[in-house]
């Protein structure tokens, strides 16, 4: 009788562990928000690439392939020219003794769809629609990437998930950052672009001066060349 009991008992252990195991795997990562002005994503996020593209968003919260998420070993995401609807989530939770303010961001302009999900106790709280086909106007944070921005009270915890579907190879770069950040990296960018610029009309108005002083065509060929590679260029980068 002694035995029976405890093989009873041995199989309820093992159902309980299974059924705790598999609750925990289906929870997202947790992203740990402490007061740094920028977090490393690496290993933080997870990924379902879902060919058929029908899914929404209350199919996911109801648990539909949930299972079919998988960890992302990097921040920045290159998946080709693809038609999946492709999802990421992971949790982020304010372990800081105060509120938080973060803007989780993908520095890649030419996607077209976005739709990007707040959720709390399986409720959708926030939902924001972006990408390429929406209008700058529909941006909160008027800056060239997409940014999500998210605040937390001291130990509040929610769901982001991403949506992204688009015709264009999908590049996916994400950043976590606060508002100084933020504002750093978009004045570098800023630098950068502005430097870029100047330099490549400076080339186009010194072969420019040559046609006029030579009056050889190659020289404005050059400068067409120059100014049309330079928009293509400019545009590439977010101006």
Request: hydrophobic letters at 50%; glycine letters at 8%; charged letters at 20%.
């Amino acid at each position: 009788m002694r035995h029976a009991w405890l093989r009873f008992g041995l199989m309820i252990g093992m159902v309980v562990f299974a059924l705790c195991g598999t609750t925990a795997a289906a929870l997202p990562p947790v992203i740990s928000l402490d007061g740094r002005s920028t977090y490393d994503l690496a290993g933080q996020l997870e990924m379902y690439r879902e060919p058929a593209g029908k899914l929404t968003i209350d199919d996911i919260n109801k648990g539909v392939d949930t299972e079919k998420f998988q960890p992302v070993g990097q921040a920045a995401v290159a998946l080709g020219q693809i038609t999946d609807a492709v999802w990421f989530r992971a949790r982020l939770r304010n372990d800081a003794a105060e509120k938080l303010h973060v803007n989780w961001a993908i520095n890649y302009i030419f996607l077209e769809n976005i739709d990007i999900y707040q959720i709390e106790n399986h409720q959708v709280v926030d939902h924001l629609l972006l990408g390429k086909v929406m209008p700058y106007s529909a941006r909160r944070v008027k800056v060239d990437p997409y940014i999500f921005p998210v605040t937390l009270q001291a130990g509040e915890e929610a769901e982001i998930i991403w949506r992204i579907k688009s015709g264009v190879p999908m590049l996916i770069p994400f950043m976590l950052t606060d508002d100084i950040a933020l504002a750093h990296y978009e004045g570098a960018n800023s630098t950068r672009v502005g430097i870029y610029i100047g330099i490549m009309s400076g080339m186009a108005f010194y072969n420019l001066f040559l046609f006029l002083a030579i009056r050889d065509r190659a020289y404005l060929y050059y400068v067409f060349f120059i100014a049309f590679g330079s928009l293509v260029q400019a545009a590439l980068l977010g101006v």
